[in-house]
């Protein structure tokens, strides 16, 4: 089994162009020049953290272009630097003086913390931190409304000018942060010393091929995290399926399966024991089944998107089918995984297959016109960047995902930890979900192309034109009830756009919107402090009601949306009955949870 932990060396795997051969001699190396241009994309790719050089020039010239033929524009901008300059400047005179009024010139944005502790309102901090919000506010006009522009380069120029301005954030450096020089003060320096250590350390870890994840020397899987007992019942060449341990005497008959995005671990629903999805549903008497995916490496660099869905949903369905017959199943699938669910689920109501008694989407999206922040880094250069990056080590590899999400909340994930890790020299202990944020997997060359050039590119699901067997499939053909979950701070996947599945679908559709972010809004076990939800149900024959009036009308509840779900589900089941063996009558299981696959790195 210890080979299976094994990396294979990665060799760049030339595709098997076919040459033509009427071809005309102008062209006589079709397969080098492709490669070539290939292999030197894929080099770029490693300085420029697998961002396309050609999306971002492309998106600043159309903004520059457009912003200097638009004389209207610029004298706006102009009026509006110097109707601010003045007040600024009286502003900083006041607080130099000791004159100034206590409200700030410019209010920082409710969910921005980098200036809230009171040593930001003395001078000279209060000026410095101003200014700032000032030149924020300001490039956030120059960016944004002017006319021509794309939307998609709009967005990513206003996201460039973003990142620049909080990378100069005075929040960021020693002698501008009223903070760090407090605790220098206070400390002796002892902090800054400590923050040296962290940053040697973190060398130490980088230069011995180790990623810095201490946030998991704390969680170990199987002990800490991923801990429910259970077995695995089947596993193929990408899945592992477990099936978890009843603790009730008896359960609902229909089983529930987990169909968990493939760019990270499974064990985001199966954490602490404290806040396990899958620990508290078996509690109430659910057999619950969980697909682990393989990390794929060079190997699985063919494996496409037919494949998940025939050896991960279905081969999972089947092997259900075969421990607990005859019973319909809850199938529930998180972000990608919800996803690929919804093809699948459309591909068996096409076939007549009936198994499924209900479908729960996770954050997940079925609709990828509004798929939030991520598609800043999706357009054809950059997925064709992307694709060649692949292409030379088959699979997309978990530091180029990573830099992608920590650029979307920079402030939260890249520079307050350096202020926190560097400046303050604050050691970072983390929790259970960290742990599980940092144990990222990679996603195989083919299988990514394709997701990125279907969904996000051509949006085929929502269009009735993604193909399963050859065949298009209708997610109008779902007749199963759905249960919708969104967040109200998901930057991955809006919940506006997890909405619209209800737009998708001709079958009544539960809609819940959980308070929280696109992970912890799902991971919201009861007890959470701070929770709440809003939710209610579409009919297939009720009129429709936008989402922003929907948000407005329906009643919030406090507490977790895990119980009203878990009623959902209950209202769906038959009556309890005795559990189900563990992997069926026929075949014994293969070994304890959480198996081979979770582990692999």
């Not at 697998?50 to 903004?63: E, H, Q, R």
Request: charged share 20%.
């Amino acid at each position: 089994m210890n080979e299976s932990h094994a990396k294979p060396a990665v060799t760049p795997v030339v595709p098997q162009t076919r040459i033509r051969l009427d071809a005309p001699s102008a062209a006589p190396f079709p397969i080098f020049t492709e490669s070539a241009d290939r292999l030197v994309h894929a080099m770029q790719g490693r300085l420029t953290n697998g961002v396309s050089p050609a999306s971002m020039i492309l998106a600043y010239l159309d903004w520059l272009v457009h912003l200097t033929n638009s004389p209207g524009k610029v004298g706006e901008l102009i009026q509006n630097a110097a109707a601010k300059s003045l007040p600024l400047i009286r502003y900083a005179q006041s607080s130099a003086l000791g004159l100034r009024d206590a409200d700030p010139f410019i209010e920082p944005l409710a969910h921005d913390p980098r200036f809230t502790s009171p040593e930001w309102q003395n001078f000279p901090f209060d000026v410095l931190h101003q200014s700032f919000l000032y030149a924020e506010q300001w490039w956030h006009y120059a960016t944004t409304g002017v006319r021509g522009v794309s939307r998609h380069h709009e967005a990513v120029v206003e996201f460039a000018a973003r990142q620049l301005l909080d990378m100069m954030s005075p929040s960021n450096f020693l002698m501008t942060n009223p903070d760090v020089l407090k605790a220098t003060v206070e400390q002796g320096g002892q902090n800054l010393a400590r923050g040296m250590e962290n940053f040697l350390n973190l060398l130490h870890r980088q230069m011995g091929g180790r990623e810095a994840k201490p946030s998991q020397d704390a969680f170990v899987v199987g002990r800490d995290v991923a801990c429910t007992p259970g077995k695995v019942v089947l596993r193929n060449r990408l899945i592992e399926l477990i099936q978890y341990s009843p603790t009730t005497e008896t359960v609902h008959p229909e089983p529930i399966l987990f169909v968990p995005a493939w760019i990270m671990k499974y064990y985001i629903l199966d954490l602490s024991a404290c806040n396990s999805m899958v620990r508290w549903l078996v509690e109430q008497g659910h057999t619950v089944f969980m697909i682990s995916w393989k990390n794929p490496d060079a190997e699985d660099r063919d494996l496409g998107m037919s494949d998940y869905r025939r050896l991960g949903v279905m081969a999972a369905l089947d092997a259900i089918s075969a421990i607990v017959p005859d019973v319909g199943i809850h199938a529930a699938g998180y972000c990608l995984g919800g996803t690929l669910l919804s093809i699948a689920a459309a591909g068996m109501a096409k076939d007549g297959d009936h198994r499924l008694a209900s479908i729960t989407l996770l954050a997940a999206q079925t609709d990828f016109e509004d798929a939030g922040e991520i598609l800043l880094f999706i357009d054809e250069s950059q997925v064709t960047y992307l694709e060649d990056m692949m292409w030379n080590q088959g699979y997309l590899d978990t530091k180029q995902m990573a830099g992608a999400f920590q650029l979307l909340r920079s402030n939260d994930l890249i520079w307050s930890q350096m202020v926190r890790q560097y400046l303050l020299g604050e050691t970072s202990h983390g929790n259970d979900l960290m742990a599980w944020n940092a144990d990222a997997t990679r996603m195989p060359y083919r299988m990514h192309t394709e997701y990125l050039h279907r969904l996000f590119l051509r949006n085929e699901l929502s269009k009735g034109r993604y193909t399963v067997d050859g065949r298009p499939v209708a997610l109008t053909d779902i007749r199963a009830p759905i249960c919708a979950v969104g967040t109200t701070k998901d930057h991955v996947a809006p919940w506006q756009s997890v909405y619209k599945i209800g737009l998708l679908t001709d079958t009544d559709v539960t809609f819940i919107l959980a308070k929280g972010g696109h992970n912890a809004g799902i991971i919201s076990e009861p007890g959470h402090a701070g929770r709440s939800y809003q939710m209610s149900t579409h009919k297939d024959l009720d009129r429709y009601v936008d989402a922003d009036t929907w948000e407005q009308v329906t009643p919030r509840r406090e507490g977790s949306w895990w119980q009203a779900w878990q009623a959902w589900l209950a209202e769906r089941s038959g009556a309890r009955v005795a559990p189900p063996p563990m992997g069926g009558e026929e075949g014994a299981p293969l070994m304890d949870a959480p198996g081979l696959y979770v582990l692999m790195r």
